[in-house]
C-alpha cells in the first residue's frame, strides 16, 4: 500500500470516528504516530484518545507517539479504554499538570514515558489501576513534589525513573500496592539527606540511584529492610562521613560512593556486606592516602574489584599535614586547603 495514502487514509480515521465515552479535552488537532512491526501510522486527536479511535492494528504490541507539541495538562480519559498490550510516549510536550484518571481503563498499558515535559508538580493517584504497567518515566521535567499515593495499585510497576528533576526528597509514601518496584532511579534531584528507614516498604528494590543529588546526610539505618537490593549508587553527592549500616543487605553487589568528599573510609565500613559485594566505586574522593592504600589491600584480600583512581591521572588521595600514617577522621585544618581543592578540581572521572 502506498504509504502517503495510508497516512492520509488514517487521519481521516482519526478525525472522524466518535466515541460515547465521557471526556474532558485533552487534545485540539495534535497528531499521534502509531508504531506496530514495520508500519508508521500518523494520526489527528481532538478530545481524548480512545481505543475506538486507533486503526486496525495486526501484531501484539504496538507505540504511540505524542510529541514535539504544546499540550499544557492531561485531563481525565486523556488516553483511554484501550484493551491491547502498548507503549505509550508522551514526550516533549510542555505538560504542566496531570489530573487524576487521565489513563484510565488501559489493562495493556506495558510501558509510559512522559520525559521532557514542564512538570512541578505530580498529584495524587495520577498512575493507578494499571494492571500491565511496568515501567513509569518522569525525566527531564520541573518535578519538586511528588504527593503521597501517586503510584497506586500497580502490581506489575517494576521500574520508575524520575532523574533530572528537582526533588528535595524522597518519600516512599507515593508508592501504594506496587509490591514487585524493583528500580528506582533519581539521579540529578536535590535530595539532601535520607531519614531512617526510608525504603522499608519498599522491600523489593534491587536497584537504587540516588547519583549526583546534593546528599550530605544519610541516617545509619536509612536502607533498612533492603535485603533484595543488589546496586546502590551514591555517587557525585556531598557526603563527607560513611556511618550507614549496611549490614542489611544481604545481596548488595555493587555500591557507588564516588565523587563524594569522603577523606577517611575505613574498611569496617565494607566488611559488613561481604561476601556479596563485588564491586565498590570510590575513585574522585579526597581520601587520605594511607585510607586509601588500606582499601585497595582490604579489597585484593577479599577478591573485590575496587574503583579507585582518577583517570585522567595518575592520582587518588592526598597527604594531611600530620601524622600521615593514621587513618582517622581528620577535620579541615588537617589539609592544605590549596592541595585538597587542586585535587577535587583536577580528580576526573567518566
Not at 276 to 305: G, H, M, R, Y
Request: hydrophobic share 40%.
Amino acid at each position: 500500500m502506498d504509504v502517503s495514502y495510508l497516512v492520509l487514509s488514517v487521519l481521516a480515521f482519526f478525525c472522524t470516528r466518535s466515541s460515547t465515552q465521557p471526556c474532558i479535552p485533552t487534545f485540539q488537532n495534535h497528531h499521534a504516530t502509531v508504531e506496530y512491526g514495520n508500519q508508521r501510522i500518523t494520526g489527528v486527536i481532538t478530545g481524548c484518545l480512545f481505543g475506538n479511535q486507533l486503526p486496525n492494528i495486526n501484531g501484539n504490541h504496538f507505540v504511540i507517539n505524542i510529541k514535539g507539541q504544546v499540550i499544557p495538562a492531561l485531563h481525565r480519559s486523556a488516553v483511554s479504554h484501550i484493551q491491547r498490550s502498548f507503549r505509550l510516549n508522551i514526550i516533549h510536550n510542555k505538560i504542566e499538570a496531570i489530573e487524576r484518571g487521565a489513563f484510565e481503563n488501559l489493562p495493556g498499558l506495558q510501558d509510559l514515558y512522559l520525559d521532557h515535559n514542564h512538570l512541578v508538580t505530580v498529584k495524587p493517584y495520577a498512575f493507578e489501576n494499571l494492571p500491565s504497567l511496568e515501567w513509569i518515566s518522569l525525566q527531564n521535567n520541573n518535578i519538586d513534589v511528588i504527593w503521597k499515593d501517586t503510584f497506586v495499585n500497580l502490581p506489575r510497576l517494576n521500574s520508575v525513573y524520575l532523574s533530572h528533576n528537582n526533588l528535595k526528597k524522597f518519600n516512599q509514601d507515593w508508592f501504594v500496592s506496587t509490591p514487585v518496584l524493583d528500580r528506582i532511579v533519581l539521579i540529578n534531584n536535590q535530595i539532601e539527606s535520607l531519614p531512617a528507614a526510608a525504603f522499608q516498604n519498599l522491600r523489593s528494590i534491587t536497584v537504587l540511584a540516588i547519583d549526583d543529588n546534593k546528599l550530605k546526610y544519610i541516617h545509619p539505618e536509612a536502607f533498612h529492610g533492603l535485603s533484595r537490593l543488589d546496586e546502590l549508587s551514591l555517587g557525585g553527592n556531598q557526603l563527607t562521613a560513611f556511618d550507614v549500616n549496611l549490614s542489611h543487605l544481604r545481596a548488595l553487589y555493587r555500591l557507588g560512593i564516588e565523587r563524594n568528599k569522603f577523606t577517611y573510609l575505613p574498611t569496617s565500613a565494607f566488611s559488613q556486606i561481604l561476601p556479596t559485594v563485588q564491586e565498590i566505586f570510590v575513585q574522585a574522593n579526597p581520601l587520605v592516602c594511607s585510607c586509601a592504600d588500606a582499601l585497595v589491600v582490604w579489597a585484593s584480600d577479599n577478591n573485590i574489584k575496587l574503583f579507585w583512581k582518577c583517570e585522567n591521572k595518575d592520582m587518588y588521595c592526598v597527604l594531611p599535614l600530620d601524622y600521615a600514617n593514621d587513618c582517622v577522621k581528620r577535620p579541615a585544618s588537617d589539609f592544605n586547603s590549596t592541595l585538597f581543592k587542586n585535587f577535587e578540581s583536577e580528580c576526573v572521572i567518566q
